[in-house]
């Protein structure tokens, strides 16, 4: 199926760091969430971009939805544990209401 | 809010065998999304519905997979005959419809199918 480039594919670091990731695509989105997934959970969702340059934050986190409207990328800062997880971009096809998911990035967070 | 349901959380069966995985969407909202997560292909839609009525069917694998939207609290996704590679984890999510866009996905708690 069609996927979004996300990067990185994992990370480590140490409790305090602030953390970025990014996704891309060949492709134009109306509409871009952040989501973090928990082991044995289903993704809940962090943040969600509805304009191109639109810049949230929720808490700690930050995310920006690319002028081209084909990239987006979500910061964390001062990272703490219970940061770990999977977080996945996903962003929605103009003209239609489908979801396509990156490939998620792998944090791990080093006490 | 009880937030989206899906029965059961966990499925092992043989392969060859009817698997019938079921979905609660929250109350109120009127898309339905059916994914599969598995580690090489990652999170995929297979179907969405909008009001109860399927609108794109172009993830779903193959004909063996069907799903269907009775009424607006209630979707089944069946797998008839199941097979090994159909192992994954299967979510549900709903979205409502604000302002002529899908609002955010809210997703389920999955329902992991292993089949042997």
Redesign the interface.
Known sequence: ?Q?LNQSPQSMFIQEGEDVSMNCTSSSIF??W?W?KQDP??????LI?L?KAGELTSNGRLTAQFGITRKDSFLNISASIPSDVGIY?C?G?LMG?????????TRLKVLA | DAG?IQSPRHEVTEMGQEVTLRCKPISGHD?L?WYRQTMM?????LI?F?NNVP??DS?MPEDRFSAKMPNASFSTLKIQPSEPRDSAVY?C?SSSTLRG??????????TRLTVL
Do not use: C, W
Not at chain 2, 41 to 45: A, H, I, Q, V, Y
Not at chain 2, 101 to 109: A, H
């Open positions: 199926g996927q109306n509409t969430l989501y044995g959970e289903g993704p809940v969702l969600a509805y996945f996903a929605q239609t209401y489908k979801y396509i998911f990156g490939t998620g | 989206v898309y999304f292909r990652g999170l995929e839609l969405y909008n609108i794109d993830g979510f999510a866009r899908t609002d955010t996905q809210y997703f389920g708690p999955g």
